[in-house]
């Protein structure tokens, strides 16, 4: 099974150098029983490691079941140990707060074994079957040590490695274990056990003393016995389990490392949980506060543009708007009929008027448009409807009032629809209650009666032109389009001889909106980027603990990869460690972040919610922070020296 030639190990500390062993040659044949004995220092536990492939010798060549060990990387080496050789240590290496069920499975993380129940099988083996849930500090000395001998066992290896087993024991646990040992023997596992008891060496058939790093003693007690061989693992030595399989056991691992320190974990994940929070309800509140303004435009008129007259020249002399530029309904059926990409047109008059109603009277603004000013605008009324061009061209005393006039005039319990009002002292009939549209700036777009245009014209004011034309165009993206056929327009309309200019000019509220939209869009990515610094912070605070907990379970990464794990396993439990304290820390912000955005809903009065853009770039980040921040310590573990490892105090 085993034979090394010419083996020398020497360890560099700094400048010195310590010649552990010294041209060391040795033959272990299957079924053997081996007690390694020596003083403290001389060379035994490492001649164990290099046996157990935990450490490689400097010189010499080394054959291990007819491999050369020597040509083989350490993952090879990994599934070999995992597959080959069982591990019994004196200080146990269970894991804390692990069952003892749990501790004896822990190799088949790393095998290909599916057979989770004979862990079950081992404990009740050793007499621990009514222990299997508990954990290692609920058992004594002698049960935690049968229980490191049945996670050795797990995986049926063909050799099995104890250092110093009974060190740690009184004597009557002792005999419990050696008993157990000549019993794996008898059934065909390869015993090599380092001792320094001189009982316990007796109580093997071969005891080599190792003196000075040189192989002093090998003797052999009475014949070898034959022994019946294992059964076949039912997996092969060294296959690897499948990949989401494996993933699955690290996340459950990452889970209980986090628990051991819960406060610890919970102040490492602060950060996170700031930053996703902080994320989420600004996003929030930006997109809120871009949505608010949106609409607000959008209640001016969305995708639309209004025509003014503009002040012309005569001779270098500037004239007043108005002053020559006439603008007309006409014009503004022009408008709706030559440019395909309008949708609808408003010709419209403004003026002031007093509305009376029985013994209530407000003075309110007066607007005198057409039927199109209500597709516009979108100020279907809540009740009666709208007029229409031909009451507009029969200049019908009809009317449509505002939320505010109508409370004002009426209360909050008459229905308008229906009554007569006096405008300027002329009676009109109310046919509809515009719908609330808000504050505007300065201005309540509720405060206002709106009557046909042909009315407001000749019953009213006594005007003949229009002071402005709104138009809608159908799609948003075209409104540039459209303003351009509509200057080509100008050049027909009429225009005094000698006047400079085109007369009118045009006030585009697509390019306002989307100007107000850009302000805003950049101001919640400024308080998205601030938000994310906290999460960046959080993520230094991860890599931090993350080294913290690299350092305090050095040993434990020792012991897994004694087990069978390779530095790709140990990468990715660290890894997925540190992905878990972030996405734990992202959930709760999940929460901390709805709470904002209900608080911020409730004090701003604006329509907040949750994205679901704003949770996957939330949760993403975090993910992302976890595995940024937790590479470096995750590295850092799987590149340590197994033997160094669990060395370390």
Not at 267 to 287: C, E, R, Y
Not at 288 to 306: D, E, F, H, K, V
Request: charged share 20%; glycine share 10%.
């Amino acid at each position: 099974m085993i034979e090394i030639e010419h083996i020398d190990k020497i360890y560099r500390m700094g400048r010195m150098e310590v010649q552990a062993l010294r041209d060391v040659s040795l033959r272990i044949e299957p079924g053997e029983f081996v007690a390694i004995t020596g003083q403290s220092g001389s060379g035994k536990s490492t001649l164990l490691h290099i046996l157990g492939l935990l450490d490689r010798p400097t010189n010499g060549r080394f054959h291990f079941a007819g491999r050369d060990v020597s040509t083989l990387n350490d993952s090879q080496l990994a599934a070999l140990r995992s597959g080959e050789i069982g591990f019994v240590f004196q200080q146990f290496h269970l894991l804390r707060r692990t069952s003892a069920l749990d501790n004896v499975n822990l190799p088949l993380v790393y095998g290909g074994i599916r057979d989770r129940h004979r862990g079950l099988e081992l404990l009740k083996r050793v007499d621990l079957a009514e222990r299997a849930q508990h954990r290692p500090n609920e058992l004594s000395g002698g049960q935690q040590q049968r229980v490191a001998i049945a996670r050795a066992l797990i995986r049926q290896p063909r050799l099995l490695l104890a250092d110093e087993p009974t060190g740690n024991l009184d004597s009557a646990s002792g005999r419990e274990i050696m008993s157990l040992f000549h019993q794996l023997n008898a059934e065909g596992i390869t015993v090599i056990l380092v001792t320094h008891e001189p009982s316990v060496a007796e109580a093997a058939r071969r005891q080599i003393r190792v003196a000075d790093g040189c192989i002093a003693r090998d003797e052999t007690a009475g014949t070898s016995v034959t022994v019946p061989a294992l059964p076949q693992p039912t997996a092969k030595a060294g296959r690897r389990p499948g990949l989401f399989r494996r993933i699955g056991s690290y996340f459950t691992q990452a889970w209980r490392a986090l628990l051991l320190n819960k406060m610890r974990t919970l102040l490492s994940a602060l950060g996170i949980i700031i930053g996703v929070g902080a994320v989420i309800g600004m996003l929030s509140l930006g997109t809120g506060a871009q949505n608010s303004i949106t609409n607000q435009l959008s209640s001016m008129g969305a995708n639309r543009l209004s025509i003014r007259p503009d002040a012309q020249s005569i001779a270098g002399v500037r004239q007043a708007i108005g002053g020559i530029s006439r603008m007309t309904q006409e014009q503004a059926e022009e408008i709706l009929e030559k440019v395909p990409l309008v949708k609808a047109t408003a010709a419209n008059i403004s003026t002031r008027g007093q509305v009376v109603w029985g013994n209530s009277n407000v003075n309110t603004q007066l607007l005198g448009t057409t039927p199109g000013y209500e597709e516009i605008f979108d100020v279907t009324p809540i009740v009666g409807r709208f007029f229409t061009e031909n009451e507009n061209q029969r200049r019908e005393r009809v009317a449509l009032v505002g939320r505010t006039v109508a409370q004002n005039l009426f209360g909050g319990d008459i229905n308008p629809v229906g009554e007569v009002v006096k405008i300027n002292s002329v009676p009109f009939r109310v046919i509809g209650l515009l719908k609330p549209r808000g504050e505007q700036g300065y201005w309540d777009a509720d405060d206002i009666v709106i009557i046909p245009l042909q009315t407001a014209m000749y019953r009213m004011t006594g005007r003949r032109f229009v002071e402005s034309i709104d138009v809608a165009v159908a799609e948003s993206t075209m409104v540039d389009t459209a303003q351009e056929q509509i200057f080509r327009l100008f050049a027909h309309w009429p225009k005094i001889p000698g006047v400079v200019g085109a007369g009118y000019r045009i006030a585009n509220f697509a390019s306002m909106q989307e100007a107000f939209t850009s302000i805003f869009r950049s101001i919640s990515i400024l308080l998205a980027t601030v938000a994310a610094i906290s999460l960046v912070v959080g993520g230094i605070g991860v890599m931090n603990i993350m080294l913290v907990s690299v350092t305090e379970r050095t040993r434990e990464i020792g012991l897994r990869k004694a087990l069978g794990a390779n530095n790709s396993d140990i990468l990715a439990q660290f890894l997925i460690e540190a992905v878990t304290l972030c996405l734990g820390g992202g959930a709760i912000g999940l929460g901390l972040g709805a709470t904002l955005t209900f608080v911020g809903a409730l004090v701003t009065g604006w329509s907040l919610s949750v994205t679901t853009g704003s949770v996957i770039l939330a949760v993403g980040f975090s993910v992302a922070v976890g595995l940024i921040f937790g590479i470096w310590p995750a590295r850092k573990a799987s590149l340590l020296d197994p033997i160094e490892a669990l060395r370390h105090e």
